[in-house]
């Protein structure tokens, strides 16, 4: 599905992520969660979810067919385009990445990816967003992995030179008046440094980032057409900071069946023609 807006009108994305659902038959908590994401979407509307990670809670969900599919049986029930990373447990189970890719044929509403690139078998890709029938904004999608490569020297995986490198060579503007947005599952490095200037929400854990630094941050800085990310992954963590010129914002974590004490639900993220506003949205 194309994303399109008109006017001066918002752009509403919902973000959900760590949903962590269980095998099947599901467990009451993952069963409360999709019950949950069916009564928020039931009464707010939205022009795309977009879901950062760890759909899945590794080895318990040994039939990843099955509990994705019940959660895509919800998001089918609403004409809202949806769009997917993976985190570092969702191919723990019986499917790799690639496999979970080929599952998204069971949504009913796919938003349209473009300049997919698949890379150590994490896509990244981009969602166009038009105003008034013109591209306004660009939403960029890296899949930022799971394990780190050197699991002696760091527990998660950096964001790979080429998924930097992509970025770099896609044929769109790059200017400071641009408002274009990125996800990901797991937080840059330098959400550290964000966490000691916080502007909303909680820090209830430390930053679980990569210890190497690929050095995505340092490109964003450079194009200056990218205002903001929006992680998971950190289930204590649902902050927003700005940390030079770039909001570093955790979602707020949906799913019943994790660890974490922060109230569930999800993050909305409102994309503005000259900026984007943000808040979390408790079931």
């Known amino acids: 599905m194309r994303l399109e807006t008109t006017g001066q009108k918002a752009f509403k994305i919902c973000q959900l992520t760590d949903i962590h659902l269980s095998d099947t038959p599901l467990n ?21 979810i977009m879901i950062t990670g760890d759909l899945l809670w590794g080895k318990q969900a040994s039939k990843p067919a099955e509990t994705l599919g019940a959660l895509y049986d919800v998001l089918n029930r609403y004409p809202v385009p949806v769009a997917i990373t993976y985190g570092n447990h969702d191919a723990e189970g019986n499917l790799d990445r690639a496999g979970l890719r080929q599952l998204e044929a069971g949504l009913a509403h796919p938003a349209d990816k473009h300049h997919a690139a698949v890379v150590d078998d994490r896509e990244s890709y981009t969602l166009e967003v038009t105003r008034d029938g013109k591209l306004a904004h660009v939403l960029y999608v890296w899949d ?24 770099t060579r896609l044929p769109y503007a790059r200017t400071q008046a641009q408002t274009d947005l990125g996800f990901l599952h797991i937080p840059l490095p330098e959400y550290t440094q964000a966490g000691q200037a916080i502007l909303t929400g909680e820090q209830g854990e430390a930053v679980c ?63 503005l023609p000259d900026g984007y506003e943000t808040e979390i949205l408790n079931f």
């Open 28 to 48: 009451e908590a993952s069963q409360k969660s999709l019950t949950a994401i069916d009564k928020m979407l039931q009464a707010n509307d939205f022009d795309l």
């Open 144 to 167: 930022s992995g799971d394990y780190s490569h050197w699991p002696a020297d760091e527990q998660y995986a950096a964001i790979e030179p080429e998924q930097i490198e992509w970025f």
């Open 209 to 271: 980032s990569p210890v190497t630094n690929s050095g995505l941050f340092y490109t964003l800085l450079k194009s200056q057409n990218v205002k903001a990310l929006f992680a998971g992954h950190d289930h204590d963590n649902n902050f927003t900071a700005n940390y030079r010129g770039i909001g570093l914002n955790y979602g707020n974590p949906t799913g019943y069946n994790s660890y974490g004490t922060l109230p569930r639900g999800a993050r909305v993220i409102s994309l």
